[in-house]
């Protein structure tokens, strides 16, 4: 079973720092992107960065320039560096993987539960 476990959320005020971490596990024969959503109470869930297998990067503009998302594919792990933070970065974050477990035809996409993230001004 397939599983992606996220880690790293918390408390921090604004111009701080947070590193988010998501763990794929499981019977996995290739991951191909991978990234981090967040959803803030009474919005949508909106996509905050990806990174393909390749390590091409995708960002939200609002988070440009202060969020970096990495991987390590030997562990199948993503990283999300979140600097200069700002009230507004306030949200639930979930990790995201397009994966094909071993057996299956096809990939999916799968879902952490995810973690939140507060920074207060």
């Known amino acids: 079973q397939v599983q992606l476990v996220e880690s790293g959320g918390g408390l921090v005020q604004a111009g701080g720092s947070l590193r988010l971490s998501c763990a794929a596990s499981?019977?996995?024969?290739?991951?191909?992107?991978m990234g981090w959503y967040r959803q803030a109470p009474g919005k949508q869930r909106e996509l905050v960065a990806a990174i393909t297998s390749g390590g091409s990067t995708n960002y939200a503009d609002s988070v440009k320039g202060r969020f970096t998302i990495s991987r390590t594919n030997a562990k199948n792990t993503v990283y999300l560096q979140m600097n200069s933070l700002k009230p507004e970065d306030t949200a639930r974050y979930y990790c995201?993987?397009?994966?094909?477990?071993?057996?299956?035809?096809?990939?999916?996409?799968?879902w952490g539960q995810g973690t939140q993230v507060t920074v207060s001004s």
């Open positions: 499981g019977n996995i024969l290739r991951i191909n992107a």
């Open positions: 995201n993987a397009d994966l094909q477990p071993s057996g299956q035809w096809h990939g999916r996409d799968y």
